[in-house]
T-cell receptor, first 109, second 114 residues
Framework: KQEVTQIPAALSVPEGENLVLNCSFTDSAIYNLQWFRQDPGKGLTSLLL?????REQTSGRLNASLDKSSGRSTLYIAASQPGDSATYLCALWGNQFYFGTGTSLTVIP | EAGVVQSPRYKIIEKKQPVAFWCNPI?????LYWYLQNLGQGPELLIRYENEEAVDDSQLPKDRFSAERLKGVDSTLKIQPAELGDSAVYLCASSLDDRAGELFFGEGSRLTVL
């Protein structure tokens, strides 16, 4: 069974800092990887989708990379803002979606 | 374009009562998922539909949970009878297809069982 780990579980940074969130997985046989953000009491909002044949995707201040051989994906957030405060989850599609438990990010003004 | 719509957003019931959740996926999305999310955890799959067919219901507790997706569009998830441990957020998601499709979630239905 695919195991997905996100470290750290929580992160607090001052506004303006660049930061990296990590997602590790045990089985490299995946079709795609998706990053989400979840605000308290809300559903998951899709941020970036990386297809199996791709190595990275960018959207605004967000950049996600995928290295299947090492079982890792990173989400890079540039120039963090208080509005980025949320929980960030990664999900992998193998024969179903496997989710990490998320990293809770707090950006301090 | 409308996103995934779920109702109700919140539901409080006594244990042993029945409850139902409704989901309307994004138009044209063939694949529909129901997930359960406990506080501080990632979503856990309950059931996945391809059109009308439930292709993965291995995680669905069939003694008390049931789901249907009539006409391959809207879906309903039912719990009868509810137990205290069922208190959680029930998330519906949809994607264009079952492999490479991007997953989109609704706002979720928060269930509290007293």
């Amino acid at each position: 069974k695919q195991e997905v780990t996100q470290i750290p579980a929580a992160l607090s940074v001052p506004e303006g800092e660049n930061l990296v969130l990590n997602c590790s997985f045990t089985d490299s046989a995946i079709y795609n990887l998706q990053w989400f953000r979840q605000d308290p009491g809300k559903g998951l909002t899709s941020l970036l989708l990386i297809q199996s044949s791709q190595r990275e995707q960018t959207s605004g201040r967000l950049n996600a990379s995928l290295d299947k051989s090492s079982g890792r994906s990173t989400l890079y957030i540039a120039a963090s803002q208080p509005g980025d405060s949320a929980t960030y989850l990664c999900a992998l599609w193998g024969n179903q979606f496997y989710f990490g438990t998320g990293t809770s990010l707090t950006v301090i003004p | 374009e409308a996103g995934v719509v779920q109702s109700p957003r919140y539901k409080i019931i006594e244990k042993k009562q029945p409850v139902a959740f409704w989901c309307n996926p994004i138009s044209g999305h063939n694949t529909l998922y129901w997930y359960l999310q406990n506080l501080g955890q990632g979503p856990e799959l309950l059931i996945r539909y391809e059109n009308e067919e439930a292709v993965d219901d291995s995680q669905l507790p069939k003694d008390r949970f049931s789901a249907e997706r009539l006409k391959g569009v809207d879906s309903t998830l039912k719990i009868q009878p509810a137990e205290l441990g069922d208190s959680a957020v029930y998330l519906c998601a949809s994607s264009l297809d079952d492999r490479a499709g991007e997953l989109f979630f609704g706002e979720g239905s928060r269930l509290t069982v007293l």
